[in-house]
């Protein structure tokens, strides 16, 4: 597999290298998979609570255009 990176993130995946914390290159890829996968996990979880509250909770008065409206302020 052949992956790109950008001059920045080869500067922060070498960085993270000559910390010590990780032995090499794939030791930080893996990790940085690791975490985006809870993360994730975290969002998903976090958005489904949300949709479960507002399908639970009151109706609302307002019509979706004015809701919309009230978000943009």
Do not use: C
Not at 11 to 33: P, T, W
Request: charged share 35%; proline share 1%; no cysteine.
């Amino acid at each position: 597999m052949n992956i790109s990176f950008t001059k920045k993130q080869e500067k922060y995946i070498s960085e993270q290298v000559a910390s010590g914390e990780y032995q090499n290159n794939s030791e930080v890829i893996r990790d940085a998979l690791r975490l985006h996968g809870i993360y994730r996990e975290k969002v998903i979880s976090d958005l489904r609570r949300e949709i479960e509250k507002g399908w639970d909770g009151p109706d609302s008065k307002l019509s979706m255009s004015q809701i919309i409206e009230s978000k943009k302020s």
